[in-house]
């Protein structure tokens, strides 16, 4: 596990080697809450952040160093874990950007609450939110812990709206990397945008518009799997809904996993999900996706509440859009259902010494 650097161009958790864990929250801001509550949440969270991810506790005092008297600054459950490569990604959502705030002329083009799209079945309190935090970590204590001591942090000006674990990540960002399977038990990531594909990065993940330069938009999808209606499917069948064989991740159009899928002749299905995604069926959009699986126990039929809770980075709004309108023809569409969303603009890094977000202050 490595230690990541809070401050820089680029907030952490975007391009960084994906980690094994997720601890994902959203936040609405206290309705009585002013700019000024705003600007003091995001220079505290920045300064637990910052601290966090060096594997310290939340404050010089932290766990133990405080007043027997007092509750401690810090919860404690991470006190001798390393940092874990752990990294914590702010997100703003569209609630922010009004006249509580003096923000409504800030907002970045596009960040509007996402369109309702075909096949939806979203839980709307499980959904959105004016604040996001992705905490991503090698340990999920440590990712736990992160979360929880922000919530904490925030008391009286952010409330939790809704929060998600992952236990595995379903994406690579860095060649190093092998590529992990999603709970479908097929190889994800394969065709991703990696850290060290400046040319790409530039393209289709950082902002380079006002205040949001060197950000991002953030989208979330909690994306419920009928695991046991799939794994009645038939191997060659799994195999066509995807476009990629199951055991080496290679398209149905022939060579390994990093061979470019042919799409000229129809060994990959029309609605596979691979052609329907790909770059070159949607006017070249591509995304970083940054997913991990999820299994929220079972329901009272005895089947796994389980699924990928889906993270992408791109530069613009609309290019998530058109993938997932692409999408709505789907064949594994059968097999999933989308029951959470949210959308967030992330701003760039925060400069030594400064808050996330500052820029939006100025
Ligand atoms: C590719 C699984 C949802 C966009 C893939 C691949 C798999 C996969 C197995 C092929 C390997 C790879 O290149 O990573 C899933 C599952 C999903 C899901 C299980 C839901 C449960 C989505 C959504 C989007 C998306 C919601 C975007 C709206 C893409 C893109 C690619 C891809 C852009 C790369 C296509 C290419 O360039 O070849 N996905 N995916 N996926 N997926 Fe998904």
């Known amino acids: 596990a490595a230690t990541y650097d809070f401050f820089g161009a680029h907030q952490a958790g975007i391009t960084t080697p994906v980690q094994d864990h997720l601890h994902f929250a959203a936040f609405d801001m206290a309705k009585d809450a002013t700019r000024a509550d705003l600007i003091e949440l995001l220079q505290d ?8 991810t060096q594997g310290l506790d939340t404050s010089a005092t932290g766990a133990v160093g405080g007043s027997p008297e007092a509750p401690p600054d810090d919860t404690g459950e991470a006190l001798g874990l390393p940092a874990s490569s752990l990294t914590i990604t702010f997100g703003f959502g569209p609630g922010l950007f009004d006249d509580r705030f003096g923000l409504e002329n800030q907002r970045p083009d596009g960040l509007e609450t996402l369109p309702a799209f075909l ?34 942090i925030a008391f009286g000006r952010a409330v939790l709206r809704w929060s998600q ?5 379903t994406s690579r960002t860095s060649s190093e990397q092998q590529t992990p399977r999603n709970l479908f038990g097929f190889k994800d990531g394969t065709a991703n945008i990696l850290a060290d594909d400046d040319a790409a990065l530039t393209d289709h993940v950082w902002s380079s518009d006002g205040w949001l330069a060197d950000g991002s938009f953030l989208v979330a999808r909690r994306i419920a799997m009928r695991i046991e209606t799939w794994d009645r499917v038939r191997l060659s069948e799994q195999e066509r809904i995807f476009g990629r064989s199951k055991g080496e991740g290679a398209p149905l159009s022939g060579g390994d996993e990093f061979t470019d ?3 000229s002749g129809s060994e990959i299905p029309a609605d596979s999900h691979v052609r329907l995604a790909h770059a ?38 609309q290019h998530f859009i058109t993938l997932q309108k692409s999408l709505a023809r789907d064949a594994m569409n059968e097999y999933i259902r989308h029951t959470g969303s949210g959308i967030w603009a992330i701003p760039p890094g925060a400069k030594t010494g400064s808050f996330v977000g500052a820029g939006l202050f100025e």
């Open 165 to 169: 674990l992952g236990f595995g990540r």
């Open 261 to 263: 899928p042919d799409f």
């Open 45 to 52: 969270w920045s300064y637990a952040a910052s601290r966090m």
């Open 119 to 152: 096949g939806d079945d979203l839980d709307l309190k499980k959904s959105d939110g004016d604040l996001c935090i992705q905490a991503c970590a090698d340990d999920p204590q440590v990712a736990v812990h992160a979360i929880r001591n922000l919530t904490r």
């Open 280 to 317: 070159e069926q949607n006017d070249g959009v591509r995304i970083l996706r940054r997913g991990y699986n999820y299994v929220d126990g079972n329901d009272e039929l005895g089947q796994l509440s389980a699924g990928l809770f889906f993270l992408s980075y791109q530069r613009d709004p």
